[in-house]
Nanobody, 121 residues
Framework: QVQLVESGGGLVQAGGSLRLSCVAS????????IGWYRQAPGKQRELVAA???????NYADSVKGRFTLSRDNAKNTVYLQMNSLKPEDTGVYYC???????????????WGQGTQVTVSS
């Protein structure tokens, strides 16, 4: 059973910064992709930033230039550095990791429990 544990959320004023961490229970090198999603109240979960194994990071247009996805393979940890935060960045942030499980390309997605980020205006 893969576990993803997020931390680093909190309350911050607009313009501030937070760094989210996601620690996996196994080597993150075993995942085909890993990243962060968020869900604002009353809205669907959306991609924030993710990267395929060995590939470049992809960002939602709304966070480009402000958020940075990084990883420490030795610590099985993925980070999301969030700068210049805006009230619309408020939501629950989830770590997500995917594995391809067969030759047809079927994937299994693992989710963390989420961490709340609240940006006040």
């Amino acid at each position: 059973q893969v576990q993803l544990v997020e931390s680093g959320g909190g309350l911050v004023q607009a313009g501030g910064s937070l760094r989210l961490s996601c620690v996996a229970s196994r080597s993150i090198l075993r995942f085909d992709s890993i990243g962060w999603y968020r869900q604002a109240p009353g809205k669907q979960r959306e991609l924030v930033a993710a990267a395929a194994s060995g590939g470049p990071s992809n960002y939602a247009d709304s966070v480009k230039g402000r958020f940075t996805l990084s990883r420490d393979n030795a610590k099985n940890t993925v980070y999301l550095q969030m700068n210049s935060l805006k009230p619309e960045d408020t939501g629950v942030y989830y770590c997500s990791a995917q594995r391809v499980v067969n030759v047809e390309g079927a994937r299994v997605t693992h989710w963390g429990q989420g961490t709340q980020v609240t940006v006040s205006s």
